[in-house]
Nanobody, 115 residues
Framework: QVQLVESGGGLVQAGGSLRLSCAAS?????MGWYRRAPGKQREMVAT???????NYADSVKGRFTISRDNAKNTAYMQMNSLKPEDTAVYYC????????????WGQGTQVTVSS
């Protein structure tokens, strides 16, 4: 059974920073962060492939940076210049290796940005 451990959420003032972490219990392929704000659908925030190729939602480009440590099967997301509209529950998603092991979601971590 794959386990994902997320950490790093919290309460921060607008303009502040937070760093999220997601550690997987096994080898992973793609990793990504998604978020669900109150009353909205879950959306992709940032993804990173095993080779380090990244993709960002337009709303976070230039403010958020996703990275990973393959030796630790861990993804990180540095969030700077946070805005109140970034308030959401952030979920980590991983594609395991080999691919037949499937995809897994983390339990979610709350990020709240006050104005």
């Amino acid at each position: 059974q794959v386990q994902l451990v997320e950490s790093g959420g919290g309460l921060v003032q607008a303009g502040g920073s937070l760093r999220l972490s997601c550690a997987a219990s096994g080898s992973v392929n793609a990793m990504g962060w998604y978020r669900r704000a109150p009353g909205k659908q879950r959306e992709m925030v940032a993804t990173i492939t095993n080779s380090g190729r990244t993709n960002y939602a337009d709303s976070v480009k230039g403010r958020f940076t996703i990275s990973r440590d393959n030796a630790k099967n861990t993804a990180y997301m540095q969030m700077n210049s946070l805005k109140p509209e970034d308030t959401a529950v952030y979920y980590c998603k991983v594609q395991m290796i080999p691919l037949w092991r499937g995809e897994y979601w983390g339990q979610g971590t709350q990020v709240t940005v006050s104005s």
